[in-house]
């Protein structure tokens, strides 16, 4: 079956760096990958969304990539702000549902 | 604009109780819906979802249920709470299944 994968460790950054955070899914491509942000004790929000046919696609300081060959998700914060501290998900879509990664945490240092 | 209002936001309640949260969606129609959980430092399970009025597929077996009484409630619901049941209950819409919109959540205790 269809699983999605993301580093479950944190990632620590120093502000104005680029954060790189990896979505990597088995068997096929879906027809969709999406990013969410989540802060503690809130429901996620939708970043973006990236079709299959489309290798790249930003958003002001976000950017999301997407290998069909790699299986692979990049999601990327340019110039990061320690407001950019949060858990990040990647989901894909099936049907009527979302199946969600188990989220890797972003902390950016100042 | 649209909005999703889950209540109440946080529960306490003993092993064996019943359970009942709601959610309601305003500035949408036949939205689809969606009950997940969230353990403490886990991912989103999918529990239930609806495409319409009376239109519920579960995708976790368990002592839960849901309905869909209205076009734009949904209803999560137990006859007896256990203890594996405590979590980060979270509602969600979405039209055309592309991105999903999630309410602020319930955090629920079961003692």
């Known amino acids: 079956s269809q699983k999605i994968e993301q580093n479950s460790e944190a990632l620590n950054i120093q502000e104005g760096k680029t954060a790189t955070l990896t979505c990597n899914y088995t068997?096929?491509?879906?027809?969709?990958l999406q990013w969410y942000r989540q802060d503690p004790g809130r429901g996620p929000v939708f970043l973006l969304l990236?079709?299959?046919?489309?290798k790249e696609k930003r958003k002001e300081r976000l950017k999301v990539t997407f290998d069909t060959t790699l299986k692979q998700s990049l999601f990327h914060i340019t110039a990061s702000q320690p407001a950019d501290s949060a858990t990040y998900l990647c989901?894909?879509?099936?049907?009527?549902?979302?199946?969600f990664g188990g989220g890797t945490r972003l902390m950016v240092k100042p | 604009s649209q909005t999703i209002h889950q209540w109440p936001a946080t529960l306490v309640q003993p092993v064996g109780s019943p359970l009942s949260l709601e959610c309601t969606v305003e500035?949408?129609?036949?939205?689809?819906l969606y009950w997940y959980r969230q353990a403490a430092g886990r991912g989103l399970q999918l529990l239930f979802y609806?495409?319409?009025?009376?239109?519920i597929s579960s995708e976790v077996p368990q002592n839960l249920s849901a309905s869909r009484p209205q076009d734009r409630q949904f209803i999560l619901s137990s006859k007896k709470l256990l203890l594996s049941d405590s979590g980060f209950y979270l509602c969600?819409?979405?039209?055309?299944?592309?991105?999903?919109?999630f309410g602020p959540g319930t955090r629920l205790t079961v003692t």
């Open positions: 969600a819409w979405s039209v055309l299944s592309y991105e999903q919109y």
């Open positions: 068997n096929y491509s879906p027809a969709y």
């Open positions: 990236i079709r299959e046919n489309e």
């Open positions: 989901a894909y879509n099936a049907g009527n549902m979302l199946t």
């Open positions: 500035g949408t129609s036949n939205p689809n």
């Open positions: 609806s495409v319409g009025i009376g239109q």
